[in-house]
């Protein structure tokens, strides 16, 4: 490892950045340290939680950021090759039409940010990134591409990816309240299939949804906590028609639940996946809506719809 440490004060260091980052000049002069072949700003502060736009339209390759706190970034038209964000803190960061390619944000603070904003109508892109153990807590994925990237260990919750479309991308972790959704809502042309290779084996998905998606090219987890059936229209259909069950008032929300989903599903899609804890409060109501759920497949199954 090529580990050259700048001298220079803290202070005075992050100043200069913000200044090259603003501009687009000053980060390639030679004499800057430099780890693995990366300009070193590692742990460097800037923008001190402040909105500040940097890199309006400009190219920025190997440069480390890791461990950096730079919320409040606001980035419009960039691209960037090759630039670590490990550990950084990225709260509330503006991505507008910003290109990321060969990018590692693993462990990174990302809560809050807005990772897709259109820009004259252009949208963000992200290709072999690494997101693995990023807080993505209360962000919006919304309207972007992601090709390639790793969500291994991330944390979701209360997170959109309404309008993007992801290809070979693998998830890990628990995942709470997450929509993927191919309508876009700013007028996005979102490629089909939506997700194609996307892995979510390892992954626990609680509240997950599946919006307008064909789940053909998706691999969902199986197994405790996960209740999984296939003819999923048909199952639904009717377990719509005997609910709410008479002595069971918890089948009144189960319905309504399952009556929004059903709302929204492809129309080709062929799996149901539910966590346990979606189907009811209690072990008891669990159980009780995995049997309604377990027999009207087997229903379903044998009349071939």
Sequence with gaps: MNDQRSSEDPDELSLRVLDALRTGHGLDRPGLPRVDGRVDLRGTRIGGGRLVDVLPGMDLADVDFSGAEMSGLRLRGARLTNCLFGKAKLDGL??????????????ASLRGAQLSLPLDGQYSVYEDIDFSRAVLTGASCVDASFTR????????????????DLTDCAFSGV????????NSLTGRTVPEPVMRNVDFSEAVLRDVEFRGID???????SGDPHVTVRHY?????????????????FTYGLRAYLAAERQHAHPARDIGLWHRSSLGKTAEEQEFSVRLLRACEEECGRSGQ
Excluded: I, M, Q
């Design 233 to 249: 229209h048909c199952v639904l259909s009717r377990v719509l028609d005997r609910t709410p069950v008479p002595g069971h008032p």
């Design 149 to 164: 990237c790793s969500f291994l260990g991330v944390k979701l919750g209360a997170l959109s990816f309404r309008g993007s």
């Design 175 to 182: 995942l709470r309240k997450v929509v993927f959704w191919g």
């Design 94 to 107: 503006e991505a507008r039409g910003v290109v990321f390619k060969d990018c590692s944000f693993a462990g």
């Design 215 to 221: 789940l053909k090219d998706v691999v969902l987890p």
